[in-house]
């Protein structure tokens, strides 16, 4: 080009150029009827689009499940949802105002409105290595943390991560029910390991090595847990990541609800283990109560350098590369929160209390009514798993129909334990005040009484 326009001089350039594409178009249509048809305003015979295969495979189990259910509760009674996992719905549990403040500057600021590293911001994942920095471990630096779009993000890139042809992961049961979207969309077979109800929830470990084989990628671990409110006590926790040592499986630790706990301190899976290999995801949607805000992370805790020798920091950057990671203001906030809303701070502890309050009501209600019982009673996160006696009701142990005739006759919602591969039971929120806590107990104890079978 650059000699042509010295020869002909740019006009004459330009003319050339048109011409050419002229002739192109010419050329094109004699050859391609069916586009001259198309400028001329017809419409074409099929359109040609076509579904991929993976989004088109994709099943929620939650909304399978309750678009079964939805929209049938008594219009005569005021609904009260104890189904949706979202901390925020009463305005008892919010961020503290601190948080608010730093993500109201980091907006204002007018400093954060470019885009950012794929990884994340230096200063923010800088402060997220330093607050989830491990003793026994080697010290976390930014380059260990990947920031996403919420934690359910984090999760997808773990997965994603470790997916190799032909894998298969282990999975709690119960357990949250995007782990197996995640594992089926990505290709990975799911092998369930159970929760024992009878021990607490605590991990079936003696299933862990039987369900292994050379394309076992990983062992997932939700601790605390969704939906059984489970804390892991260290030494439990400790013989799991024992047998994922033994076994070479590195971990995916779901620690969404690290620093939720209020009768068990939390002891992370890094902390637990020096051992294993570790990729740990947390958010701010839940410790600090704003999931709409959609901003999680990925801290790599390695072991013997496996990780790196596998590429995996390097395909977590690819991964964060096609979405970019989380609002920059977001980002630019974090460092305020991690230092104004620490573990144990006044506003933490609030929350705690508030937590614990409405747990403690949910198992002394539930208790009292027949045909309920509680496996073993929460301590953390904002979740209790309940059973459903053998016998004692009309609709026995059918968690679904149960959900299902409670929210039709009272307006009450909970979520049945199918969506959670816990048939039998049924779960509960425990985010509302007690005051509401209990309108929808009394409301589940009529219910109950009436659906008692008779001697």
Partial sequence: VAAASNSWGLPALFERMVTLASTITIVETRANPKKRSLEDGQQPSKWRIRLGDRAKGIRNPIREIMDTIAGKENPSKTLVSLAQGDPTCY??????????????HAVSSGQNNGYQPSQGNARCRTAVAAFFNTPGRPTLQAKDVFMTLGCSEALSHCIAALAAPGSNLLLPRPGFPLYQVLCDYHGVEVRYYDLLPDKGWQCNIGDIAKLVDDNTCGLLINNPSNPCGTVFPREHLAEVLNAAAELGLPVIADEVYAGMSFSRPFVSCAEASPRVPILSVCALSKRWLAPGWRIGWITVHDADGAFADAGVPETLLKLCQVSL???????????????????????HVRVLEALEASAKCCVRRCKAIPGLEVAAEPEGSMYLMVGLQP???????????????????????????????????????FAAPVEVLDEAWDRIEVFCRRHAVKP
């Fill in 91 to 104: 305005p008892h549990l919010r961020p503290s105002a601190e948080m608010v403040t730093a993500v109201s």
């Fill in 391 to 429: 016998g004692v009701l009309d609709i026995n142990t059918d968690d679904v129909r149960f959900a299902g005739k409670l929210l039709e006759e009272e307006s009450v919602a909970v979520l049945p334990g199918q969506c959670f591969c816990a048939p039998g039971f049924f779960r509960v929120v």
């Fill in 325 to 347: 990671g989380p609002s920059a203001p977001l980002q630019a906030a974090v460092p305020e929160i991690l230092t104004l809303a620490p573990n144990g701070c006044p506003w």
